[in-house]
T-cell receptor, first 116, second 109 residues
Framework: DAGVIQSPRHEVTEMGQEVTLRCKPI?????LFWYRQTMMRGLELLIY????????DSGMPEDRFSAKMPNASFSTLKIQPSEPRDSAVYFC??????????????FGPGTRLTVT | GQNIDQPTEMTATEGAIVQINCTYQ??????LFWYQQHAGEAPTFLSY????GLEEKGRFSSFLSRSKGYSYLLLKELQMKDSASYLC??????????FGRGTSLIVHP
């Protein structure tokens, strides 16, 4: 398996622009997570899905952030409008609870977002 | 909510043993993860403890005390490649980890 795939790997945009981050989870995994990592705040959970349904979005910073999972193999995280304080590395991760006792999350390589 | 406390940075010598401590206060606790993250890379899974006690996996071991809200990661026979951040992540129900800010471990010759 190719692992979790994220695109783009790097994104530089200007304040006010819309940004869309993409994620393809590992085939067969039924959980998908979006995280944001900064030096100041560490690795924060933004939202997670189970079987394509959003379960907990309490970590989403504000209405400028939205996430969708239209099918089991694709998810997007959108920021509109973007602000400089959104600059961070955004990770997508997936996992499956079908493997008894295994709750390991597999992380994608991340998208480094810079908003100027 | 979650309150996770681990040292910001530690240094150790190649070949030595290092213990990275983590204390937490959490609701809905099920177990605790440890992840390793090299600079510029994604976190990778090291261990998941549910029961009290020590679990050994090669050079790495992880300990959990549920009653004390305490865990540690023990790294033996340190190698230069072990230089990385180590993230303590207690769960909050449904096995969803909440990550601390991590401990940056620097291994020097």
């Amino acid at each position: 398996d190719a692992g979790v795939i994220q695109s783009p790997r790097h994104e530089v945009t200007e304040m006010g622009q819309e940004v869309t981050l993409r994620c393809k989870p590992i085939s067969g995994h039924d959980y998908l997570f979006w995280y944001r990592q900064t030096m100041m705040r560490g690795l924060e959970l933004l939202i997670y899905f189970n079987n394509n349904v959003p379960i907990d979005d309490s970590g989403m910073p504000e209405d400028r952030f939205s996430a969708k999972m239209p099918n089991a193999s694709f998810s997007t995280l959108k920021i509109q409008p973007s602000e400089p304080r959104d600059s961070a590395v955004y990770f997508c991760a997936s996992s499956s609870d079908r493997l008894a006792g295994s709750y390991e999350q597999y992380f994608g390589p991340g998208t480094r977002l810079t908003v100027t | 909510g979650q309150n996770i406390d681990q040292p910001t940075e530690m240094t150790a010598t190649e070949g030595a043993i290092v213990q990275i401590n983590c204390t937490y206060q959490t609701s809905g606790f099920n177990g605790l993860f440890w992840y390793q993250q090299h600079a510029g890379e994604a976190p990778t899974f090291l261990s998941y403890n549910v029961l009290d006690g020590l679990e050994e996996k090669g050079r790495f071991s992880s300990f959990l005390s549920r009653s004390k809200g305490y865990s540690y990661l023990l790294l033996k026979e340190l190698q230069m490649k072990d230089s990385a951040s180590y993230l303590c992540a207690p769960t909050r129900g449904s096995y969803i980890p909440t990550f601390g800010r991590g401990t940056s471990l620097i291994v020097h010759p």
